[in-house]
């Protein structure tokens, strides 16, 4: 069964642009899209519109952008790290954010890496290729016995 990938990303267009270079670079996982932070709580949780999701069953990464309305990315990492479900999952924050202050709140938090939406598609594609070699191919996750 492949695993999904969390998208938590409040602009339509932000979230097209990163599903077709998933898809252009050859990313088969499901991609689930969430509009904000709080319907991703919601979806990891499986509560509110995704009642009755196994909150076990974690994808196998999360796409989080800071920026968002209802509750922002930092808010929702931090939740993420204080779920015994979620605490191991990695979470790539991918945001169009360059500031200081939200790097080094990231990382603090526990973000696994923090990159920079370049704002050319083909460069954009190109980090996603990165993402997938990266985080889908080389790494190795935490056995799912350790993350309860």
């Known amino acids: 069964m492949r695993k999904t990938i969390l998208l938590v990303e409040d602009n339509p267009d932000d979230a097209e642009l990163t ?4 898809e252009d670079g ?3 996982n499901t991609v689930v899209w ?3 932070g709080a319907e991703a709580l919601d979806y990891l949780r499986g509560t509110g519109l ?10 196998e990464m999360v796409l989080l952008d800071l920026k968002m309305p209802k509750v922002d ?3 929702v990492l931090r939740q ?3 779920d015994p479900y979620t605490k191991l999952l990695p979470v790539v924050i991918l945001t169009t954010s360059r500031e200081e202050t939200d790097r080094l709140n990231g990382y603090a938090l526990g973000a696994n ?3 920079c939406k370049p704002v050319d598609f083909d460069r954009f ?3 996603v290729q990165q993402l997938k070699l990266y985080w889908l191919v080389l790494n190795e996750p935490p056995p799912p016995s350790s993350v309860r």
Do not use: M
């Open 26 to 28: 050859g990313i088969l």
């Open 73 to 75: 990315g930092l808010e």
């Open 80 to 82: 993420i790290r204080a």
């Open 113 to 115: 890496s923090y990159i």
């Open 125 to 127: 594609a190109h980090a």
């Open 19 to 22: 599903r077709i270079a998933l």
């Open 34 to 36: 969430v509009k904000d």
């Open 50 to 59: 995704y009642e009755g999701r196994d909150p076990g069953q974690t994808p």
